[in-house]
C-alpha cells in the first residue's frame, strides 16, 4: 500500500503523489509568539512531526516550512505590558519556544519564517488582489479582502456563505462592505508603538503606515518559500475556519491556481472535554508539564493517539504513557545498544505492519501496536535482531533512541552503586540459601521505589512509576 492522507478539502483519504517526483513541499501554520507554548501547541508541532519523519522513511526528500506570527494585537499588547520592543518579546519568546519543543524531539523545519520578513511580499499580494477587485481600501486606511467576490469560498470549510459569519480573531468595522470580509492591511493607530507600523507603499500603491492582517502573513509566505501550488498545507483543527480558508482565497484569488494539493488538520487537546486554549485559561505550558514528566514521556503520550482525534490531557494520560514506555525500554534493556543499530528490514512481517500502518493517513495507534508486539518477541526470544527492529521502528516516531538504562533508572531515590551494592548482597544471601533475607532486600527496595527484575543474564533494576 503506497501512503494515503485524509484530505480536509475533498473529505476523504487519497493516495499521495507529490507534485515533483521525490520532494515533498510542506507549509504549516505555527505559533503567534507572545507567551510561553502549551502542550496543544506541541501537539501540533509533533503532528507534523510524525508527518515529515515518516515522509522521510519513505524515501521523500522534504522541505517543511513552519512558520511564526510575530506581529499582532497580542504581541503588541504583552510588548506594551513588559514595557519592551516587540523585537525583543518575540525573539524572547522565540528561542523559548525552540528549547521547549526541541526538548520533545521535534525537528527543526527546513525553513522557518518569520512573518515580519514578508511584509513587501504582503502588500505585493494585497496589491494585487485590489486590482483584481477582490480588495478594497476603505476611509479609515484598511484594506479588506471582498469575500462575497472569491466563487470558492467556503470549499475548505464546507460552510456556505450564507451560513457563515466573521471569525472570532477578525475584528468588525462599520468600513466593511460585508461583515464576512477580512482585513488585509490595518491601517496604523496613532496610540500604537511605532515599531507596530510598517510603511505600506508598493510600486504603484500606498496603503499607508499599518501592518498586516493575520491571514495575509501565510499566504505571502507559503508562495514565497514553496511556489504557488505545493504538496501539503497543515495546521490545527481550529485553523481550518476562518484561517485557512481566507489563505486560500488570497492565495488562489491571487495566482487563479490550487494553493495546495492536500489540507491536513491535527485533532486539539482537550482538558475535560473542552478545547486547551490561552484564551480560556485551561493550558499548561510546555514547561510546566516538563517539570513533571520527562520528555520521552511527553513525546510518547502526544505520539500515539491519531493526529486528527482529540487528545484528552490528565496526569493519570501521562502516568499510563510514562509506564507503556517503560514497558518498550525493558525490551531494549535485555539486548545490547549497538545491537539496534541498523537499517529497517522491511520485508519482515513487523516491518511490513509498522508501514501498513503509517501509510494509512500516519496510523501512529495500529504503528505503536506493533512496537509492543515486537517488544513481547523480544522479551520471549532475547533476539538482538528484533531489539534492532524495534529501535529502528521507534525511530521513524523519535521515540525509544535514548539509553534504555537511563530511561528505566530515572529518578531512583538512591545512586546506582549503592543499588548494585544491593544486587550484589542479595545475590550473595540467595547463594547462601537465605531467601528470608533475599526478600527482605528485594522488599526494602521495592519500598524505596526500587524494582528487582531476574533474568538469565542476571538481576537489572528500574524505578517503580
Known amino acids: 500500500m503506497s501512503l494515503h492522507i485524509f484530505n480536509t478539502l475533498t473529505r476523504v483519504q487519497e493516495p499521495f503523489t507529490p507534485i515533483e517526483p521525490g520532494h515533498v513541499r510542506m507549509y504549516v501554520c505555527g505559533m503567534t509568539i507572545y507567551d510561553l507554548c502549551h502542550i496543544g501547541h506541541a501537539r501540533?508541532?509533533?503532528?507534523?512531526?510524525?508527518?515529515?519523519?515518516?515522509?522521510?522513511?519513505?524515501?521523500?526528500?522534504?522541505?517543511?516550512?513552519?512558520?511564526?506570527?510575530?506581529?499582532?494585537?497580542?504581541?503588541i499588547?504583552?510588548?506594551?505590558?513588559r514595557n519592551i520592543p516587540i523585537r525583543a518579546l518575540t525573539d524572547e519568546m522565540i528561542d523559548v519556544m525552540h528549547q521547549d519543543i526541541g526538548k520533545l524531539g521535534i525537528e527543526s523545519p527546513t525553513i522557518e519564517p518569520r512573518a515580519t520578513q514578508y511584509v513587501p511580499q504582503m502588500l505585493g499580494m494585497i496589491r494585487q488582489l485590489e486590482?483584481?477587485?477582490?480588495?478594497?481600501?476603505?476611509?479609515?486606511?484598511?484594506?479588506?479582502?471582498?469575500?462575497?467576490?472569491?466563487?470558492?469560498?467556503?470549499?475548505?470549510?464546507g460552510k456556505s456563505l450564507e451560513s457563515l459569519r466573521a471569525g472570532e480573531r477578525v475584528a468588525v468595522d462599520d468600513g466593511k462592505v460585508d461583515p464576512l470580509d477580512f482585513v488585509l492591511w490595518k491601517a496604523a493607530k496613532q496610540s500604537e508603538p511605532e515599531d507596530a507600523k510598517w510603511d505600506g507603499t508598493t510600486t504603484d500603491a500606498d496603503y499607508g503606515k499599518g501592518r498586516p492582517g493575520w491571514h495575509i502573513e501565510c499566504s505571502a509566505m507559503s508562495?514565497?518559500?514553496?511556489?504557488?501550488?505545493?504538496?501539503?498545507?497543515?495546521?490545527?483543527?481550529?485553523?481550518?475556519?476562518?484561517?485557512?480558508?481566507?489563505?486560500?482565497?488570497?492565495?488562489?484569488?491571487?495566482?487563479?491556481?490550487?494553493?495546495?494539493?492536500?489540507?491536513?488538520?491535527?485533532?486539539l487537546v482537550q482538558l475535560d472535554n473542552e478545547k486547551m486554549s490561552k484564551s480560556l485559561g485551561n493550558f499548561f505550558t510546555i514547561r510546566e508539564v516538563?517539570?513533571?514528566?520527562?520528555?520521552?514521556?511527553?513525546?510518547?503520550?502526544?505520539?500515539?493517539?491519531?493526529?486528527?482525534?482529540?487528545?484528552?490531557?490528565?496526569?493519570?494520560?501521562?502516568?499510563?504513557?510514562?509506564?507503556?514506555?517503560?514497558?518498550?525500554?525493558?525490551?531494549?534493556?535485555?539486548?545490547?545498544?549497538?545491537?539496534?543499530?541498523?537499517?529497517?528490514?522491511?520485508?519482515?512481517?513487523?516491518?511490513?505492519?509498522?508501514?501498513?500502518?503509517?501509510?494509512d493517513d500516519f496510523g501512529t495507534p495500529e504503528a505503536v501496536a506493533v512496537?509492543?508486539?515486537?517488544?513481547?518477541?523480544?522479551?520471549?526470544?532475547?533476539?538482538?535482531?528484533?531489539?534492532a527492529l524495534l529501535k529502528a521502528?521507534?525511530?521513524?516516531?523519535?521515540?525509544?533512541?535514548?539509553?534504555?538504562?537511563?530511561?528505566?533508572?530515572?529518578?531512583?531515590?538512591?545512586?546506582?552503586?549503592?543499588?548494585?551494592?544491593?544486587?550484589?548482597?542479595?545475590?550473595?544471601?540467595?547463594?547462601?540459601?537465605?531467601?528470608?533475607?533475599?526478600?527482605?532486600?528485594?522488599?526494602e527496595l521495592l519500598e524505596l521505589g526500587i524494582v528487582l527484575k531476574d533474568s538469565a543474564q542476571g538481576t537489572s533494576w528500574e524505578v517503580r512509576q
Open 44 to 75: 501540533m508541532a509533533m503532528a507534523f512531526d510524525i508527518v515529515q519523519r515518516w515522509l522521510k522513511c519513505s524515501g521523500y526528500r522534504v522541505t517543511y516550512v513552519r512558520n511564526i506570527t510575530d506581529i499582532d494585537d497580542k504581541i
Open 77 to 81: 499588547r504583552r510588548a506594551l505590558e
Open 131 to 157: 486590482q483584481k477587485g477582490l480588495a478594497y481600501q476603505v476611509p479609515g486606511g484598511d484594506v479588506n479582502y471582498a469575500v462575497r467576490k472569491f466563487p470558492g469560498y467556503g470549499k475548505l470549510s
Open 223 to 267: 508562495c514565497h518559500t514553496l511556489g504557488e501550488t505545493f504538496d501539503i498545507h497543515g495546521g490545527g483543527m481550529d485553523l481550518q475556519f476562518p484561517h485557512h480558508e481566507n489563505e486560500i482565497a488570497q492565495t488562489e484569488g491571487v495566482t487563479g491556481k490550487t494553493m495546495a494539493q492536500v489540507w491536513m488538520h491535527n485533532g
Open 290 to 359: 516538563l517539570a513533571k514528566y520527562d520528555p520521552q514521556t511527553v513525546r510518547f503520550f502526544l505520539v500515539r493517539g491519531h493526529y486528527r482525534t482529540a487528545l484528552g490531557y490528565s496526569d493519570a494520560h501521562l502516568d499510563d504513557a510514562r509506564s507503556s514506555l517503560m514497558r518498550l525500554y525493558t525490551a531494549l534493556a535485555l539486548v545490547p545498544a549497538s545491537s539496534a543499530a541498523r537499517a529497517i528490514d522491511w520485508t519482515h512481517p513487523m516491518a511490513k505492519r509498522f508501514k501498513a500502518a503509517m501509510d
Open 371 to 387: 512496537l509492543f508486539e515486537l517488544a513481547s518477541e523480544v522479551n520471549r526470544t532475547a533476539s538482538g535482531e528484533l531489539a
Open 393 to 443: 521502528l521507534g525511530g521513524c516516531l523519535g521515540l525509544l533512541q535514548g539509553d534504555p538504562k537511563a530511561f528505566l533508572q530515572a529518578g531512583a531515590s538512591l545512586d546506582d552503586a549503592a543499588i548494585q551494592a544491593r544486587i550484589e548482597e542479595r545475590a550473595a544471601v540467595k547463594a547462601a540459601r537465605d531467601f528470608q533475607r533475599a526478600d527482605a532486600i528485594r522488599k
